[in-house]
């Protein structure tokens, strides 16, 4: 059974830093392209950065690009999301999962980030 398991919110100031992690378990991690999506109260899900199977190719959303760095240890099934200049609007629960619906697994609980003005 596929468990995803995210860590690394809290409540952070305005322009401070948090890394999130992801460890996937009871698939071949390095099987799927991966990403890191969000969820505002009130607001739909959203795609935050994407990576590809070994890593090579990152995608982001226009809103975190040059704060954000999305990367992956497939030897660890883990993946990783170093946010930096935070700000308010980047508060919400973050969810990891694959990048494309062919390749998802049940969501988990996300971890919530919270960025103080």
């Known amino acids: 059974q596929v468990q995803v398991v995210e860590s690394g919110g809290g409540l952070v100031q305005s322009g401070g830093s948090l890394r999130l992690s992801c460890v996937v378990s009871g698939r071949t991690f390095s099987d799927y392209a991966m990403a890191w999506f969000r969820q505002a109260p009130g607001e739909e899900r959203e795609l935050v950065a994407g990576?590809?199977?070994?890593?090579?190719?990152?995608h982001y959303a226009e809103s975190v690009k040059g704060r954000f760095t999305i990367s992956r240890d497939n030897a660890e099934s883990t993946m990783y999301l170093q946010m930096n200049s935070l700000k308010p609007e980047d508060t919400a629960v973050y969810y990891c999962n694959g990048r494309f619906s062919s390749g998802r697994f049940a969501w988990g609980q996300g971890t919530q980030v919270t960025v103080s003005s």
């Open positions: 990576i590809s199977w070994l890593g090579g190719s990152t």
